[in-house]
């Protein structure tokens, strides 16, 4: 009996720090208060990152030679020999000497013949009579020259050198501030041994302090869905039942967010989404819906999943109206509008939240805006801009390199999340204004606040071959180009 007792009195000792911290950070969550703990932790990341690139600098600049060669010492040794020669080389041009092209070379040349001076003043006069004869109207009588691939090629080859639709799909360029994670910098043990026991001490706090942490939060906020759950399944008053799922909702989604060690600032909060709106953003992780969801509750769109997620669909529906539709129902746009229809006439549902581009971008860049919720009329489009500082923390989702259980374990052991959330002023849309039309400006607007490059590409490039339709376009452009030459 009396080990009995001593087991339990241990146990109660052991749990007692971890009861308190719980209702610690529910009490914070619920009051949505915070003690500064993390807004003072990420002004001390700050200084070490500082003082991390200060000292890799200091060694790349140490090991550069050309910082350590004498200024004189780097001019080229044949420039030293030139300048003691009485005059310059004579370069004699032979017949193998590589010709220039341009939109004026002749497609047949005849390299037997040698041209002299009149006859060269004679093809100049020809080729300046020819440029002016503009091109018939009719396929068939079109004369093709080489210089018109030119422009093609041209744009070939830029979007070889610099792709700007691929890059939107991989984590951001290396940042000019190491943040002591070797998934931004691998060769940290060629720096110094000052760096690479900082970034020795930084992964045995995060993997071994901030982890474990981080995982109880995430299995409180479990408890918390699952309870919650049980306990409006069973509220007999519907409205009452969607007043208490809002405030649930949002405390849930604190919990989370201290999960990463989330740093959020809102700004122009007065322009929150409404009851009865549709809320469109740019589209960088699903951490997104938790950084959105601690400010104001919504009812999520999506497709109905089994398993883990399906449950947690099951749970969420019990604290508000959400939209989840059978996977047969995905291609149906009309059928899913009607069911954004039904659910914006009821003026107590919560605002629907939208990621338009349909994938994740690395949040250097705003895509192509899908037209299906612009065509929703009958309620404004709330539009909010999410600008992450991936300093602490890298938010984008790389899909196609890690799933989402390696995602979320990468982020429960970065540094933190900051981030900056704009809320900008409602839009509706315009008279005469097609819903094409509509989602792009509704797109400038987002880029704009954030920050971001606003591009026509569609973000289904990350898995899918440009359209047909895309290439017919381009074609098109390049015919109608020869016409009005």
Same mark, same amino acid.
């Given at each position: 009996m009396a080990t009995t007792v001593q087991i339990f009195t241990i146990i109660g000792i052991l749990c007692t720090p971890m009861i308190s911290i719980a209702a610690?950070? #529910?009490? #914070?969550?619920?009051?949505?208060? @915070? #003690?500064?703990?993390?807004?003072?932790?990420?002004?001390?990341?700050?200084?070490?990152?500082?003082?991390?690139?200060?000292?890799?600098?200091?060694?790349?600049? !140490?090991?550069?030679?050309? *910082?350590?060669?004498?200024?004189?010492?780097?001019?080229? %040794?044949?420039?030293?020999?030139?300048?003691k020669t009485s005059a310059p080389p004579i370069v004699e041009k032979s017949d193998d000497d590589p010709i220039e092209i341009t939109?004026?070379?002749?497609?047949? !040349?005849? !390299?037997?013949?040698?041209?002299?001076?009149?006859?060269?003043?004679?093809?100049?006069?020809t080729t300046d009579q020819d440029q002016k004869v503009t091109r018939s109207s009719s396929q068939s009588d079109i004369q093709f020259k080489l210089g018109d691939i030119m422009h093609f090629t041209r744009q070939g080859l830029e979007a070889i050198v610099d792709d700007e639709v691929t890059k939107r799909f991989t984590s951001a360029e290396e940042m000019a501030?190491?943040?002591?994670?070797?998934?931004?910098?691998?060769?940290?043990?060629?720096?110094?041994?000052?760096?690479?026991?900082?970034?020795?001490?930084?992964?045995?706090?995060?993997y071994f302090l901030l982890f474990p942490f981080r995982l109880c939060l995430f299995i409180l906020a479990i408890l918390w869905?699952?309870?919650?759950? *049980? +306990?409006?399944?069973? +509220?007999?008053?519907?409205?009452?039942?969607?007043?208490?799922?809002?405030?649930?909702n949002i405390v849930l989604h604190r919990i989370l967010s201290r999960v990463f060690s989330a740093i959020i600032t809102y700004h122009n909060t007065e322009y929150r989404a409404k009851c009865g709106s549709i809320c469109v953003a740019n589209h960088t %992780?699903?951490?997104?819906?938790?950084? #959105?969801?601690?400010?104001?509750?919504? %009812?999520?769109?999506?497709?109905?999943?089994?398993?883990?997620?399906?449950?947690?669909?099951?749970?969420?529906?019990?604290?508000?109206?959400?939209?989840?539709?059978?996977? @047969?129902?995905?291609?149906?746009?009309?059928?899913?509008?009607?069911?954004?229809?039904?659910?914006?006439?009821?003026?107590?549902?919560?605002p629907i939240l939208i990621f338009p581009e349909g994938t994740c971008i690395n949040?250097? !860049?705003?895509?192509?805006?899908?037209?299906?919720? +612009?065509?929703?009329?009958?309620?404004?489009?709330?539009p909010v801009a999410i600008k992450y500082d991936n300093r602490f923390g890298d938010a984008f989702w790389n899909s196609t390199k890690h799933d989402l259980f390696q995602y979320l374990i990468l982020m429960m052991t970065s540094w933190a999340i900051v981030v900056d959330v704009y809320y900008l002023p409602p839009m509706t849309i315009e008279k005469d204004e097609t819903s094409i039309d509509f989602a792009r400006r509704v797109k400038a607007a987002i880029a704009k606040q954030g920050g971001f490059v606003d591009l026509e590409w569609d973000g289904?490039?990350?898995?899918?071959?440009?359209?047909?339709? +895309?290439?017919?376009?381009e074609q098109r452009k390049f015919y109608e180009m020869l016409k009005t030459e």
């Open positions: 610690l950070v #529910l009490t #914070l969550a619920a009051l949505n208060l @915070s #003690l500064g703990v993390r807004s003072l932790y990420v002004k001390l990341l700050g200084l070490v990152f500082d003082y991390a690139t200060k000292i890799k600098q200091d060694k790349e600049l !140490s090991n550069d030679p050309d *910082v350590s060669t004498d200024e004189s010492s780097s001019v080229p %040794s044949h420039t030293t020999k030139s300048t939109s004026q070379t002749p497609l047949i !040349s005849d !390299s037997s013949r040698k041209i002299d001076d009149e006859d060269k003043s004679q093809e100049l006069i501030v190491w943040n002591l994670l070797t998934r931004t910098q691998q060769q940290h043990e060629y720096f110094s041994a000052r760096i690479t026991l900082l970034w020795f001490l930084g992964f045995c706090v995060r869905m699952l309870g919650s759950a *049980v +306990f409006l399944k069973y +509220f007999p008053k519907r409205d009452a039942k969607l007043r208490y799922g809002f405030y649930i %992780s699903p951490i997104d819906v938790i950084i #959105l969801s601690t400010d104001n509750s919504f %009812s999520m769109i999506g497709q109905k999943h089994g398993g883990f997620f399906g449950m947690v669909q099951r749970t969420l529906s019990n604290t508000a109206n959400h939209i989840w539709f059978e996977r @047969s129902e995905t291609k149906d746009r009309h059928m899913v509008a009607e069911k954004m229809r039904e659910h914006i006439k009821v003026e107590n549902n919560l949040n250097t !860049s705003v895509m192509m805006f899908k037209k299906g919720c +612009f065509e929703i009329t009958e309620a404004p489009i709330y289904g490039l990350k898995r899918a071959l440009p359209k047909a339709d +895309f290439k017919a376009e």
